[in-house]
T-cell receptor
Framework: GDSVTQMEGPVTLSEEAFLTINCTYT??????LFWYVQYPGEGLQLLLKATKADDKGSNKGFEATYRKETTSFHLEKGSVQVSDSAVYFC????????????WGAGTKLIIKP | DTGVSQDPRHKITKRGQNVTFRCDPI?????LYWYRQTLGQGPEFLTYFQNEAQLEKSRLLSDRFSAERPKGSFSTLEIQRTEQGDSAMYLC?????????????FGQGTRLTVV
C-alpha cells in the first residue's frame, strides 16, 4: 500500500539557518502530497500541498517540490525562526487510499535563538 | 466558518469506564475523519464518514470503539471499557469531497488519559 517516510527528529537548528526535512513516498498511482504542521498544544494545520509532478507548494517561507522521479517532497525554508518550532508531518492522498491521508511519523523541529 | 471543534479538550477517566467525544465539522463539509495520535507518531486513521454513512473503519480498531454521525452533521466517538492503551489524542478532521488534493481541516483534539 501507499506509505510516507520522513527523516527522524528532532532536528535542532539555530535561528536563520537553512532547513530541509526529507520526505519520500511510495504510491502506485499519482498522489497529492501535503505538509502539515502541529505547533505545541495545537491541532494539525495544512502548511502547503502539491497535486502533480513538478508542482511547488509554498507558504510562510516554506517550500516543497513534488519530484516524481525521486518520489520525494522535501520541505525547505531558507531562514528559520524560533516560531517555526513544531512537529512537521508529510502526508499523501491518492485514489488507492480513497483520498484518505497517509501520514509520515512526523519530524520535530527545534529552533534555538 | 468557525473551524472544526472538538469537545472535551481533555478527558481523564478510570480504566473500564466509557467515554464519548464530540466533533463538530466545518459546515458543508461532507467528509469527517477520526484519527488517534500518540506521542511522537503521526495520526492513525480510525474511521471516516461521508455524510451520515460510515464508509471505512480501520481493521486495527477494537470493537470497543464506535462512531456515529447522525444526519451527517456532528459526530461522536465512543470508547467502551477504556484501557490504559487507549490514552492518546483523538483528532477529528473534515473536508469537502473534491477528490485528489482536497485539504482536511483538523480540530484541536481531545486528549484522553486512562488511569
Amino acid at each position: 500500500g501507499d506509505s510516507v517516510t520522513q527523516m527522524e527528529g528532532p532536528v535542532t537548528l539555530s535561528e536563520e539557518a537553512f532547513l530541509t526535512i526529507n520526505c519520500t513516498y511510495t504510491a502506485t498511482g499519482y498522489p497529492s502530497l501535503f505538509w502539515y504542521v502541529q505547533y505545541p498544544g495545537e491541532g494539525l494545520q495544512l502548511l502547503l500541498k502539491a497535486t502533480k509532478a513538478d508542482d511547488k507548494g509554498s507558504n510562510k517561507g516554506f517550500e516543497a517540490t513534488y519530484r516524481k522521479e525521486t518520489t520525494s517532497f522535501h520541505l525547505e525554508k531558507g531562514s528559520v525562526q524560533v516560531s517555526d518550532s513544531a512537529v512537521y508531518f508529510c502526508a499523501l492522498s491518492s485514489m488507492d487510499s480513497n483520498y484518505q491521508l497517509i501520514w509520515g511519523a512526523g519530524t520535530k523541529l527545534i529552533i534555538k535563538p | 466558518d468557525t473551524g472544526v471543534s472538538q469537545d472535551p479538550r481533555h478527558k481523564i477517566t478510570k480504566r473500564g469506564q466509557n467515554v464519548t467525544f464530540r466533533c463538530d465539522p466545518i459546515s458543508e463539509h461532507n467528509r469527517l475523519y477520526w484519527y488517534r495520535q500518540t506521542l511522537g507518531q503521526g495520526p492513525e486513521f480510525l474511521t471516516y464518514f461521508q455524510n451520515e454513512a460510515q464508509l471505512e473503519k480501520s481493521r486495527l480498531l477494537s470493537d470497543r470503539f464506535s462512531a456515529e454521525r447522525p444526519k451527517g452533521s456532528f459526530s461522536t466517538l465512543e470508547i467502551q471499557r477504556t484501557e490504559q492503551g487507549d490514552s492518546a489524542m483523538y483528532l477529528c478532521a473534515s473536508s469537502r469531497d473534491r477528490g485528489l488534493g482536497t485539504e482536511a481541516f483538523f480540530g484541536q483534539g481531545t486528549r484522553l488519559t486512562v488511569v
